[in-house]
């Protein structure tokens, strides 16, 4: 088992910040970030754009923060330590969009894991479509990496996403806006057998690959994914290495993953530590 308090007595534990949205039911967003930061013996710093009402199951009400309020948080943080890796998940709305893009400027913050999180699995939008163009025009081009799903791909890019060429052009379409990677994920798209990912630097296109698991996938699998990245980055791996082993992370997590009374299935982040 982890000895986090070992680990931060010894002084070398690097600090990661996420900045997303609330799951209160654990499994997704910014309580499922600080998860995956602790088993990868990350500290993870924690900033809070909106109070989503979820379960594994559903969303009931989204409540955005206040964008000063976004701003202020990551201020307070940055004075005490500078995180050596960030990660963006769902920021609700355009002006959150542009504060957060302003802080990782004004700070010098490191560019960051984006996961343009844009609708949920139920149907919900988690952040305005309006805020798309923000996202975009604003966040992308510092972006370190950008991990959208499919659907993602598509409204950022309006490329069709259908097949392996169409993947591709998305993903030329990303690195293009400024984005410096994107790894295009491809849980969405009809493979029975495998779950397969694209990442793609501006240079080469690496498929990354693990089996399909049955039942449907599971809840919260791309923000464990983005922070995974995000934390490996933060041990001082370079993206490519990061991307890999975030993946590898994400599928034993998923491996091991387990119901809680009536929950879709939930990821343990821990699986390879018991
Ligand atoms: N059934 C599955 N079996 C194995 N891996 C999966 C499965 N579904 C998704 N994945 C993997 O999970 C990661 C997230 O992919 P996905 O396309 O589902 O992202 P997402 O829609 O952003 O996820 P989320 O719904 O959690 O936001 C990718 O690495 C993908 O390959
Ligand atoms: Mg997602």
Redesign the pocket.
């Known amino acids: 088992m982890i000895n986090y308090f070992s680990v931060l007595k010894r002084r070398k534990i690097p600090v990661a910040m996420t900045i997303a949205g609330s799951d209160p039911g654990g499994g ?1 967003g910014l309580q499922s970030d600080i998860k995956t930061f602790a088993a990868l013996e990350v500290y993870g710093y924690s900033v809070l754009t909106s109070v989503i009402a979820q379960s594994s199951s559903r969303v009931a009400r989204v409540s955005p923060v206040s964008p000063a309020l976004v701003s202020a948080q990551i201020e307070v943080l940055v004075e005490e330590a500078r995180p050596v890796a960030l990660k963006t998940g769902a920021l609700a709305s355009a002006r959150i969009v542009r504060v957060v893009a302003h802080a990782i400027t004004e700070f010098k913050l490191p560019a960051p894991v984006v996961d343009p ?1 844009m609708i949920a ?1 139920s149907g919900v939008r988690l952040l305005e479509r309006s805020a798309e163009t923000a996202l975009r025009d604003r966040l992308i081009p510092l972006a370190r990496i950008v991990t959208p ?2 659907p993602e791909a598509a409204a950022l890019t309006g490329v069709k996403i259908r097949d392996r060429e169409s993947v591709r052009e998305a993903a030329r379409k990303i690195v293009a806006i400024g984005a410096r990677a994107v790894l295009l ?4 798209l009809e493979d029975r057998a495998q ?1 397969t ?1 694209i990442f793609y630097d501006g240079r080469d296109f690496v498929e990354l690959t ?1 089996a ?2 049955a039942g ?2 599971a ?5 464990v ?1 983005s922070a995974a990245i995000a934390a490996y980055l933060a041990r001082g791996d370079a993206l490519e290495d990061a991307v890999r082993k975030a ?1 590898k992370f ?2 034993a997590a ?1 491996s091991a993953s387990c119901k809680i009374g009536r929950s879709r299935a939930l990821l343990d982040q821990f699986a390879s530590r018991r």
């Open positions: 997704a999180v699995s799903n499919a994920k491809g849980g969405h779950a990912d693990s399909r698991s449907g996938g809840h919260g699998t791309g923000c994914l993946k994400l599928t998923l």
